[in-house]
């Protein structure tokens, strides 16, 4: 026993080794022409020296430095994770066909659930619209790989990180398979299809935007209302699409929560960038008809008068109340959620929002 208690100490105490190496490299001066020396070999690691091929003559960054040090050391799990995050985060390394093959070896020979969700992640940084470092194919099958284990935190984010990269034509059948498995839950499977929504062909979108109606998803409407606010995204859907999105999106109004005297400032904010969105769909670039359909959501005799101190307050109104301020409309609105914040048993909140109106209507009138 004491004899095994030596060797795990003295692999302990080569780890540590390992590390203040790479700790001592890190605090160089980046722009400093000196060479960095070779680590000297010991044992009880297995060192992983990329080789270098036509063209991988990249000075060293600070990327360089955490990913050599995690190649040399490869800690347990747990430790590398961390390093793992960290050039993840960092991202300013060589992209070359030796380091990515390094570390998909090291995915291939991985024991632990963390280190492997960290390998995915950073393996799928060696993509490149355009494939300017050769490697598109491989990063593809690399994550792909993923749908041979069992270790679900893994698959979920080979899976997560492959939609993220572009539209393939198995992006929707990998997002379903690993939802099936249950790697990922409904919203990370109906939100990652909204993201790929921008990403997608026409056919792929028209796939999309049927598996996005029958899910009805809140997660997956939220992205999407935050992706149709953007005028340019609506101005390239097919008219037939924008239908399509402006009914999925009238099905799935957001609530506000609670009692009538309450706001939640999270669902406002939810809710005024859900109305911006629908009305943008149905105005098909018309500011008139943006007008008209957000007073006829907010401006209703039976309405929620929470809906329109939602949308006031919040900066996705700005355009709204620039050219609505002098109207007799803008006027009714204004005395409607006054006479709310008078009611009995509204809660401050309720009253700090309608003088936010005030004064946000009195800023951008001038």
């Not at 398979?177 to 993201?195: C, V």
């Not at 997660?219 to 699409?241: F, K």
């Not at 609670?258 to 400032?265: D, F, N, P, T, V």
Request: hydrophobic share 40%; net charge neutral; charged share 20%.
């Amino acid at each position: 026993m004491k004899i095994k208690s030596i060797l795990k100490l003295s692999g302990f105490a080569i780890a540590l080794g390992v590390i203040a190496w790479g700790a001592s490299l890190l605090a160089r001066e980046p722009n400093s022409s000196q060479a960095a020396p070779e680590p000297k070999v010991t044992t009880g690691f297995p060192v992983f020296s990329p080789l270098a091929t036509q063209g991988d003559h990249a000075s060293s960054t600070k990327g360089d430095i955490l990913l050599q040090s995690y190649l040399h050391a490869r800690l347990p799990g747990p430790l590398a994770r961390p390093q793992l995050d960290e050039l993840y985060a960092t991202s300013n390394f060589a992209r070359t066909r030796g380091n990515f093959d390094a570390l998909r070896q090291a995915l291939r020979t991985s024991k632990s659930s963390e280190e492997r969700v960290g390998l995915a992640r950073v393996l799928s940084t060696f993509y490149s619209r355009g494939d300017s470092h050769g490697l598109n194919k491989e990063v593809r099958a690399a994550l792909l790989e993923a749908k041979a284990s069992h270790d679900l935190s893994y698959l979920s984010a080979s899976v997560l990180a492959y939609t993220r990269l572009d539209y393939f034509d198995d992006s929707e059948s990998f997002l379903a398979y690993a939802w099936g498995k249950r790697a990922i839950d409904d919203d990370g499977y109906f939100g990652e299809l909204a993201h790929l929504l921008n990403l997608a062909p026409p056919a792929g979108r028209a796939s999309i935007l049927q598996t996005l109606q029958q899910g009805n998803n809140p997660y997956a409407r939220d992205i999407l209302t935050a992706q149709l606010t953007q005028g340019s995204v609506v101005a390239e859907l097919p008219a037939h699409e924008s239908r399509i999105l402006e009914k999925m999106l009238t099905d799935c109004e957001p609530v506000l929560p609670g009692e009538k005297h309450q706001i939640g400032l999270i669902s406002s904010f939810q809710y005024s960038a859900w109305l911006k969105a629908l009305a943008t769909l149905g105005a098909a670039g018309d500011p008139a008809e943006y007008e008209r359909a957000i007073l006829a959501r907010i401006a209703a005799p039976e309405s929620d008068p929470r809906k329109a101190v939602a949308f006031l307050f919040n900066p996705e109104s700005d355009s709204f109340i620039l050219s609505q301020h002098r109207t007799p409309a803008y006027a009714q609105l204004l005395a409607r959620i006054d006479a709310y914040a008078r009611e009995p048993g509204n809660s401050s909140t309720v009253l700090d929002l309608v003088r936010e109106v005030h004064h946000r209507t009195e800023m951008l009138s001038r």
